[in-house]
């Protein structure tokens, strides 16, 4: 029962396989939609554009005013959000608003969610303090599923922003990872800069060390 009626929302489409369906789907639900980057050539996919190159969708949301800025990478299963103030939020900042609203509401499986080595030390701060368990894996999805399925979860998800939502989909998708967070973000009644700051990130860093086996 979403609706989106009042919100303004930039969606980049990075030139690959959500170009029709992602605009489509918020229009649909009520949302005002600026689409941008949705006219794929064959070799323009995801180049400077999408998730994995925000730059031009912070541009695009202080331009237009926008509540809410949704990139989806090329085959759509990667997300990026920006808030009003042209501010990125990673993966780590995305899976503890879906995972909170999801207690909340109490619709989150196992007590807690599945995520990378590579998560920020806030985020699992952030879930133990409301009492929601994070099942750290080895880098990459496939590893996030598996425990999802070994612990009963229904949340995990990549810093990166490939996140699965096991109620809806045994892959990533940014589609309906994007509608949680719109969903969490419209419950707050907030702006998206205050709705989506759940925790300050610990420094961190992500370094390849070698090691003779």
């Given at each position: 029962h979403l609706r989106l009626d009042g919100l303004k929302i930039v969606i980049d489409c990075a030139n690959g396989a959500g170009y029709q369906v992602g605009p489509i789907i918020l229009w649909e639900l009520g949302a005002e939609v600026v689409s941008i980057h949705v006219s794929p050539n064959g070799t323009n996919i995801n180049k400077d554009c999408?998730?994995?190159?925000?730059?031009?969708?912070?541009?695009?949301?202080?331009?237009?005013?926008?509540?809410?800025g949704i990139a989806l990478d090329g085959d759509a299963d990667?997300?990026?959000v920006v808030d009003e103030k042209g501010q990125v939020k990673d993966g780590d900042q995305?899976?503890?608003m879906i995972a909170d609203y999801a207690n909340r509401n109490g619709t989150l499986k196992g007590g807690g969610i599945a995520a990378t080595l590579m998560s920020n030390l806030g985020l699992e701060h952030f879930l133990s303090a409301r009492k929601i368990k994070l099942h750290r894996t080895k880098v990459g999805d496939r590893y996030v599923m598996e425990a999802m399925k070994e612990h009963?979860?229904?949340?995990?998800?990549?810093q990166s922003g490939h996140l699965i939502l096991g109620d809806y989909s045994t892959t990533g998708d940014a589609l309906i990872a994007g509608l949680?967070?719109?969903?969490?973000?419209m419950e707050t009644g907030k702006p998206t800069s205050e709705a989506m700051r759940m925790f300050e990130p610990v420094?961190?860093?992500?370094?390849?060390v070698k090691y003779s086996g």
């Amino acid at each position: 029962h979403l609706r989106l009626d009042g919100l303004k929302i930039v969606i980049d489409c990075a030139n690959g396989a959500g170009y029709q369906v992602g605009p489509i789907i918020l229009w649909e639900l009520g949302a005002e939609v600026v689409s941008i980057h949705v006219s794929p050539n064959g070799t323009n996919i995801n180049k400077d554009c999408g998730s994995t190159h925000p730059e031009s969708l912070c541009e695009a949301v202080l331009r237009e005013g926008a509540h809410i800025g949704i990139a989806l990478d090329g085959d759509a299963d990667r997300i990026t959000v920006v808030d009003e103030k042209g501010q990125v939020k990673d993966g780590d900042q995305l899976m503890a608003m879906i995972a909170d609203y999801a207690n909340r509401n109490g619709t989150l499986k196992g007590g807690g969610i599945a995520a990378t080595l590579m998560s920020n030390l806030g985020l699992e701060h952030f879930l133990s303090a409301r009492k929601i368990k994070l099942h750290r894996t080895k880098v990459g999805d496939r590893y996030v599923m598996e425990a999802m399925k070994e612990h009963g979860l229904n949340i995990g998800g990549e810093q990166s922003g490939h996140l699965i939502l096991g109620d809806y989909s045994t892959t990533g998708d940014a589609l309906i990872a994007g509608l949680q967070i719109l969903a969490a973000v419209m419950e707050t009644g907030k702006p998206t800069s205050e709705a989506m700051r759940m925790f300050e990130p610990v420094p961190q860093l992500l370094k390849n060390v070698k090691y003779s086996g």
